[in-house]
């Protein structure tokens, strides 16, 4: 992973992860106008305004926060960040093909690099896919709890996790390559 200082931006094998701009508007509102995207998330409406959206970039940017580009296309493909717990998701167009994992293992590893103490997060129970990318990482079931989901416009079932210093730690001896020999 590489990281660029001037505006912190992460670099994976395939993927640039960069501040929001505006001008990322108007295709992250496409790729939320899928209710097979929205409906994974809590706080997103369906369908969802560029206002809306102009409004987040503006609003919630922080350092933690990233778009998630495709290095060799440039498109933007969805959105990762740290506030009060990891939260993602990622165009449809995208899905299938690992990159979800990559750009959330560079900001969790850059979060822990950094005096990161933990991280919690939660997905809703019906989607397998973020518990799977979620277990990768690391992370470990904590209690059930109620979401809300605007744009489905009800409550659902979901599982919170946290993935602590030591968990991360663990895992990085575990996963780390035990032989440079190619």
Known sequence: ?????QSLSLETDRLILRPL???????????LNDFDVSKWLSRIRYPYGVIE????IT???SPYRFGIVHKDTGQIMGVIGIAEHLG???GQPYWGHGYMLEAAQAVVD???AHDGLSIASYHFVENAKSRAILKRLGFEDMEMMQQICLARGETL????????RELWQARRR??????NAH
């Open 1 to 5: 992973m590489t990281i660029h200082s």
């Open 21 to 31: 701009s505006q001008a990322d508007a108007a295709p992250l509102t496409r790729l």
């Open 53 to 56: 959206m102009h409004w987040f």
């Open 59 to 61: 609003r919630l940017n």
């Open 88 to 90: 993602y998701w990622l």
């Open 110 to 112: 850059h979060w822990f």
């Open 157 to 164: 079932e979901a599982q919170s996790m946290v993935l602590t």
């Open 174 to 179: 575990d996963t780390a390559p035990h032989n």
